[in-house]
């Protein structure tokens, strides 16, 4: 009998992951956030995860963010265990965030074969990265990276849409469209 279904969210610290759940989650956000130990550019930061759950097609999905700092990495492994599908999210204002968004990346789909999106936040701000060129950097299709506004519902129901569509046979083309 197959588990609840999961949806794992990652990326650095910022990247939007708590905003994007709380977005599409249907119940109130459980989060372990708490003040940094270090500067981090924000006020608070999460330690082992934030989840939330809505509703696809009748059933129960669970949605875990998961901390976006080295040294919560053990939970990355404990979160995408049976995960149906993994949001990767990149600021698409914060450039400088692009090689740490990757190596949790890669750390995270060389342990867990899990279908994956990555997506790119902040597109409501000037001066982003298109998810084009984000694509490119992270050597990846363009089907597998989408922009985003984290705070948009409506954008979150996109990006599973979109991570539902290469979970189906017909979408694992490992083709690029340049």
Request: hydrophobic share 40%; proline share 7%.
């Amino acid at each position: 009998m197959r588990g609840p279904l999961k949806l794992v969210v990652s990326g650095p610290v910022g990247a939007g992951k708590t905003t994007f759940i709380r977005a599409l989650s249907e119940t109130a956000v459980i989060d372990t956030d708490v003040a940094p130990s270090e500067d981090i550019g924000k006020d608070s930061t999460t330690v082992a995860f934030d989840y939330g759950t809505l509703h696809l097609d009748g059933l129960p999905l669970h949605l875990y963010g998961t901390p976006g700092q080295d040294r919560f990495d053990f939970m990355w492994d404990i979160l995408c265990e049976g995960a149906l599908g993994l949001v990767m999210l990149v600021a698409g204002d914060r450039p400088q965030d692009f090689p740490r968004a990757r190596g949790i990346f890669e750390f995270v789909t060389s342990r867990h074969a899990v279908p994956f999106i990555v997506g790119v936040t902040r597109q409501d701000l000037p001066r982003v990265w298109e998810p084009e060129d984000v694509a490119d950097y992270f050597r990846l299709p363009y089907a597998h990276v989408v922009g985003l506004n984290a705070t948009d519902p409506m954008d979150g129901a996109r990006t599973l849409t979109r991570l539902l569509e290469l979970v189906e046979p017909q979408g694992h083309s490992e083709e690029r469209a340049v």
